[in-house]
């Protein structure tokens, strides 16, 4: 598992920066009401997405909230005062606080099952009756994009997805809430190239094949051998589910 404390430097920059912080946003922004004059971004990690749900939505108030130090300061100096430092499965907020609740590339990285039905309960909590839950599913899936990095990366052992969409959906309905919308977008300048997986692989990227490790290092000659070594393979696309709160009544 990636250490987000020292990870948080070079983030955005590892992860398609603006182009895909803009994709996503626009993407989340089609889900949300127009209504809507609140919204908490849950584990909102540098910010980079949440400053434009901010600055999409002008009369919307915008809150972040992120688990790690490191990533909350990044968010803080992107929307002052707006960032809260706090733990996804005990959110500090009021019952109904919100109109929209977001939580982006979260949910795929929760140790256990438990604690994906824990964040969707707080998700659900906080958001008013009417309100509208959004977050991504089926991320691991996602960046299957059917290249050759992937033909070799086949065989890997993984981890049952967290996020898997039927997952998310049976939990939502579970604490009341109801499918209301999906959306797509691209991770742009997320397409791999053989040389960045490597490098990946050669940093934990990959939580079930640990660096160092004799089958991390077989694929990573395996993916030395394919051509264009520089080349990035397709951007992954990513999915959105929306969910919305019941109103009273």
């Known amino acids: ?21 803009a994709a996503a946003a626009d993407a989340v922004l089609g889900l949300v009401p127009p209504t809507a004059r609140s919204l908490l971004d849950v584990a909102c990690g540098t910010g980079i997405v949440t400053r434009r749900l901010a600055a999409g939505r002008p009369a919307m108030r915008v809150t972040g909230v992120d688990l790690t130090h490191a990533m909350a300061r990044h968010a803080a100096a992107r929307l002052p005062g707006a960032v809260v430092l706090a733990d996804s499965r005990r959110l500090p907020f009021r019952d109904g606080e919100f109109d929209a609740v977001s939580s982006v590339w979260l949910l795929h990285l929760l140790p256990g099952s438990a604690d994906v039905g824990t964040v969707v309960a707080q998700c659900a909590r906080v958001l008013r009756p009417g309100g509208v839950w959004i977050t991504t599913v089926d ?6 994009v ?5 033909a070799v990366l086949a065989s890997r052992p993984r981890r ?54 004799p089958l991390a290092e ?22 959105l589910r929306a969910f919305r709160k019941p109103p009273l009544g």
């Open 146 to 150: 059917g290249s050759d990095i992937d």
């Open 139 to 144: 991320k691991a899936a996602s960046h299957n």
């Open 218 to 239: 077989s694929f990573a000659t395996r993916l030395a051998r394919l051509p264009d070594q520089d080349g990035p393979r397709p951007d992954p696309w990513f999915t």
């Open 160 to 213: 049952p997805a967290r996020d898997e969409a039927s997952v998310v959906e049976a939990s939502a309905v579970e604490h009341g809430l109801i499918p209301a919308g999906r959306a797509r977008f691209a991770g742009r300048g997320q397409g791999r190239s053989p040389l960045r997986t490597v490098a990946d692989l050669r940093r934990g990227w990959f939580v079930t094949l640990p660096p160092g490790e």
């Open 1 to 21: 598992m990636l250490d987000y404390s020292e990870e948080a430097e070079r983030y955005d920059a590892s992860r398609g920066g603006e182009p895909r912080a």
